[in-house]
Nanobody, 124 residues
């Protein structure tokens, strides 16, 4: 089992940057592929990005490709989401999640563990 805690959210102006962190408890962090999802007000949960257990493979949603980058540091049990060129439509609660699937997946139902979320607001 793994527990996930997100941090790094906040208020940022359009065009700005934020880096979200997701710290995982336990010694089994490297067993999990990790993902970031987001939920905007009044909308459903949306896949953002995923990274394999080794960090060697990543997948990013088209809506954020070229602006967001996912990475991980297994020595620190942490996964990151670097968000650049932020837009008002990026406003959402961002969640990190852990998956035991063999391959990367965008399917929320394949993620076993979830953090509590961190709010990102992009506004002038």
């Amino acid at each position: 089992q793994v527990q996930l805690v997100e941090s790094g959210g906040g208020l940022v102006q359009p065009g700005g940057s934020l880096r979200l962190s997701c710290a995982a408890s336990g010694r089994t962090f490297m067993r999990y592929n990790m993902g970031w999802f987001r939920q905007a007000p009044g909308k459903g949960l949306e896949f953002v990005a995923a990274i394999s257990w080794s960090g060697g493979n990543t997948y990013t949603a088209d809506s954020v490709k070229g602006r967001f980058n996912i990475s991980r540091d297994n020595a620190k049990n942490t996964v990151y989401l670097q968000m650049n060129s932020l837009k008002p439509e990026d406003t959402a609660v961002y969640y990190c999640a852990a998956s035991t699937t063999v391959i990367l997946t965008t399917n929320r139902d394949r993620y076993n563990y979830w953090g509590q979320g961190t709010q990102v607001t992009v506004s002038s």
